[in-house]
């Protein structure tokens, strides 16, 4: 099956830094990657739908200037949590679906980012 | 926007009982319902899913349930096993390859 990755699979920053996560599609192109976060012991939550060369488009409630997304390639999307802080300690985990429309979305294994 | 709520939030049942998750949606134009099976710390798992077209549709031990009028779906899991304990999300997306808004989850213990 199609595969997706994520980097890092974990990471430590401190309160006010910056952390990049890749998601990749390694063995198809994803017309669209989707950006979740879950707490512990809650729901994933849709963050914002990436669409390769596009602006992503950001679900209610999430700060767009804070949570920086960039779909540069049809394999590849990015997620910066800028300016991070405790309470942006979460797992964030990525799907992306096949450029051929209708199919399965795939998920990654997911980052966890805990702040400091 | 769509909102799909899940009950019950912890489900208990004994090796080889049936288990039943129930989800409702909000959003009539929601055409795909995918379940996720989700292990501590892991992604989520597809198990099995069902377009708005289908009644009913089983894979083996698992099965899911869909009543577009009432706007509600179920997951039922036969003969259940110690492997089957995780997490359990229902889902709703207008397509396959849309955004997905899942339910709070179940988390299913199976009872030795």
């Known amino acids: 099956g199609a595969v997706v990755s994520q980097h890092p699979s974990w990471v430590i920053c401190k309160s006010g830094t910056s952390v990049k996560i890749e998601c990749r599609s390694l063995d198809f192109q994803a017309t669209t990657m989707f950006w979740y976060r879950q707490f512990p012991k809650q729901s994933l939550m849709l963050m914002a739908t990436s669409n390769e060369g596009s602006k992503a488009t950001y679900e209610q409630g999430v700060e767009k200037d804070k949570f920086l997304i960039n779909h540069a390639s049809l394999t590849l999307s990015t997620l910066t949590v800028t300016s991070a802080h405790p309470e942006d300690s979460s797992f964030y985990i990525c799907?992306?679906?096949?450029?051929?429309?209708?199919?399965?979305?795939?998920f990654g294994p997911g980052t966890r980012l805990t702040v400091t | 926007g769509e909102n799909v709520e899940q009950h019950p939030s912890t489900l208990s049942v004994q090796e080889g009982d049936s288990a039943v998750i129930k989800c409702t949606y909000s959003?009539?134009?929601?055409?795909?319902f995918p379940w996720y099976k989700q292990e501590l710390g892991k992604r989520p798992q597809l198990i099995i899913d069902i377009r708005s077209n289908v009644g009913e549709k089983k894979d083996q031990r698992i099965a899911v349930t869909l009543n577009k009028t009432a706007k509600h779906f179920s997951l039922h899991i036969t003969e259940t096993q110690p492997e089957d304990s995780a997490v359990y999300f229902c889902?709703?997306?207008?397509?396959?390859?849309?955004?997905?808004?899942f339910g709070k989850g179940t988390r299913l213990h199976i009872l030795p």
């Open positions: 799907s992306a679906t096949a450029l051929a429309g209708g199919h399965e979305q795939y």
């Open positions: 889902a709703a997306s207008l397509n396959r390859d849309d955004k997905i808004i």
């Open positions: 959003d009539s134009a929601s055409n795909y």
